[in-house]
């Protein structure tokens, strides 16, 4: 399962204001485009930012922001998404982030998280490069609390799946998961033997293909 396969299984895109916060280079905001949404894509790295410029198109909103202080109005927004980003956000200022959400989004409106967990073939060769074990923890424990609480943002709906993604050879995984960011790129060249390895294990080959698995959460909250 994807995660826009998932999320349109629970709200109709088509036509929806839709934020992307953390959106990186457009990935999915272009899908969620596909899907009908009005998009603006929010990303706090500037190099990103005019990456996502030249992947979409000019119908998108591409903003610098930061999930604690969004660049959008008040009530404009039918749903806001984190697609494996909620656990960057510091978690000195996850209130103030989700406060943000409360603020920017209509009446009525969707928040709608897709997290990682620190486990899995993915997981267990991209630690190698950036361990995320405390801050995955850390987010689904917030998440969880939140569903909960149920003071701001009713759960509608939490679901569990696995995202593949396929890498037929080591380079495919350098380019998409650790050149992307200068600091992993600076810790995977001194340990390109070791994280090599990994891949190589973890790899699974046993459907003709070479793919790594992420178990993930997807968390669909409504305003109250």
């Known amino acids: 399962m994807g995660h826009i396969e998932h999320l349109t299984s629970l709200f109709d895109l088509a036509n929806k204001a839709v934020a992307d916060i953390g959106a990186g280079s457009g990935v999915f905001s272009a ?7 009005r998009v603006s894509a929010i990303e706090i ?40 980003s909620f656990h960057h956000i510091p978690h000195e200022v996850h209130a103030e982030a989700l406060q943000e959400a409360s603020r920017v989004l209509k009446p009525g409106g969707r928040l709608h ?21 405390e801050v995955r923890t850390r987010s689904h424990a917030l998440l969880s609390s939140l569903a909960e609480e149920g003071e701001a943002f009713n759960l509608i709906d939490k ?27 600076c810790i995977f060249e001194n340990n390109r033997i070791a994280i090599e390895d990994q891949f190589d294990r973890a ?12 178990p993930c959460a997807a968390y669909h909250f409504s305003v109250i």
Do not use: W
Request: glycine share 6%; charged share 25%.
């Open 31 to 37: 899908q969620l485009m596909r899907e009908g949404a």
């Open 45 to 84: 790295d500037s190099d990103k930012v005019e990456m996502a410029k030249a992947k979409l198109s000019s119908a998108a909103a591409v903003l610098e922001g930061r999930a604690e202080d969004l660049p959008l109005a008040d009530g404009s927004q039918d749903l806001l998404c984190f697609f494996f």
């Open 113 to 133: 998280v897709v997290e990682p967990f620190p486990y899995g073939s993915m997981f267990d060769v991209v630690r190698m490069v950036e361990d995320e074990t």
């Open 159 to 185: 679901t569990d799946y696995t995202l593949t993604r396929s890498y037929p050879t080591f380079q495919d995984f350098l380019e998409q998961i650790v050149r992307v960011d200068p600091a992993r790129n």
């Open 203 to 214: 790899l699974d080959c046993s459907t003709g293909g070479h793919f790594l698995h992420q």
